[in-house]
């Protein structure tokens, strides 16, 4: 549905984007992933033919990326968008429907007003019809801008952050949206710094660091291996070191996570904690998360924004 080939994007000096690879599969849900700055907001607009590559290319639906029929039959919902306030929102929506049209027969047709009811209803705002979108909410803008990137069933979903306005009840209505959307058949790909949410919907992930993917494949690959998490305070330098033994160590922000470890091994690891002067306030043992594996893929670093905020996994691969 998607590819990119080797990309690379430089603005100046800055490398945006690094040989950057890796393809979507049609009717997957697939996470893009990474920090804020990683280039994922730049893979996205040169898969969307908004910017252009230095070196390197791909296709998406089938067709070189920037093909105006190709991307009319895509829904896409930008990070950062702004509706003309004194527009109400099914004049949004009516907006977007002729310049869909406007792609010719390749693309979604002419959608009507029972399509444009049925996507505000999709994203909770039928009863906001008629509002002027200048007295929207944050989140309410989220909303519609979704309701736009839904309109018209389109093949393709592209989500630029799509939960970043919104409170928990609206990120919990975003994951019903986007499962619902994967079930009509539509790919969804979902660019996201936010791991718990990338975590609870898609099935295939990428991750991306300083314009390189690091690791793509399935969710269930990339985290299958067992993993402890345990809150700690006063370790000394010297008992944290020793639970090298245990596994892969990593530290962020007051907990410990170890892994792969063997189950068997945690009371162990408890006691060793215990032993060297530790004090444990909580054990959570389970498989890695997306946060842990990223933190060890990306030697450690822990920008990655606000909380909400048959295998083929391999480090550096292209698939996902």
Same mark, same amino acid.
């Given at each position: 549905?998607?590819?990119?080939? *080797?990309a690379t994007k430089r603005f100046g000096p800055l490398v945006a984007l690094d040989a950057c690879s890796f393809t979507a599969r049609p009717g997957r849900l697939t996470g893009f992933l990474g920090p804020n700055g990683a280039g994922k907001t730049t893979a996205v607009k040169i898969l969307l033919g908004l910017t252009r590559a230095s070196r390197g290319g791909g296709t998406v639906l089938? =067709? /070189? @990326?920037?093909? *105006?029929? =190709?991307?009319?039959?895509?829904?896409? @919902?930008?990070?950062?968008f702004r509706y003309q306030p004194w527009l109400r929102a099914r004049e949004v929506l009516e907006l977007h429907a002729r310049l869909i049209a406007a792609g010719g027969p390749a693309g979604r047709g002419r959608l009507d007003a029972t399509a444009i009811g049925a996507s505000l209803a999709e994203v %909770?705002?039928?009863? $906001?019809?008629d509002d002027a979108v200048g007295g929207f909410s944050k989140g309410m803008q989220q909303r519609l801008g979704l309701a #736009?990137? @839904?309109l018209g069933s389109p093949e393709l979903i592209v989500l630029d952050e /799509? !939960?970043?306005? @919104?409170? /928990?009840?609206?990120?919990?209505?975003?994951?019903?949206i986007i499962a619902r959307a994967r079930s009509r058949g539509a790919t969804v790909f979902l660019n996201s710094h936010l791991l718990s949410e990338v975590e609870r919907v898609c099935d295939r992930v990428a991750i991306i660091d300083h314009g390189r993917v690091l690791v793509? %494949?399935?969710?269930?690959?990339?985290?299958?291996?067992?993993? #402890? $998490?345990?809150?700690? !305070?006063?370790?000394?330098? =010297? %008992?944290?070191?020793?639970?090298?033994?245990?596994?892969? #160590?990593?530290?962020?922000?007051?907990w410990l996570s170890i892994s792969p470890i063997d189950p068997a091994a945690i /009371?162990? #690891?408890?006691? =060793?904690?215990?032993?060297?002067?530790?004090?444990?306030?909580?054990?959570?043992?389970? $498989?890695t998360t997306l946060e842990d594996r990223f933190l060890r893929l990306a030697g450690g670093r822990a920008d990655l924004g606000a909380p909400g905020e048959p295998g083929d996994a391999a480090a550096g691969g292209p698939v996902a």
């Open positions: 549905m998607l590819e990119l080939d *080797r089938g =067709a /070189p @990326l920037g093909d *105006r029929r =190709a991307r009319s039959r895509i829904g896409y @919902l930008p990070e950062l %909770g705002l039928a009863d $906001r019809a #736009v990137a @839904l /799509p !939960t970043s306005a @919104l409170d /928990p009840v609206g990120r919990l209505d975003v994951r019903g793509s %494949g399935r969710l269930d690959d990339l985290l299958g291996e067992d993993a #402890v $998490r345990i809150r700690v !305070t006063e370790l000394p330098a =010297a %008992g944290l070191a020793a639970l090298g033994r245990f596994g892969q #160590v990593d530290e962020a922000d007051g /009371p162990d #690891v408890v006691a =060793a904690i215990v032993g060297a002067g530790g004090r444990i306030h909580e054990v959570d043992a389970g $498989r």
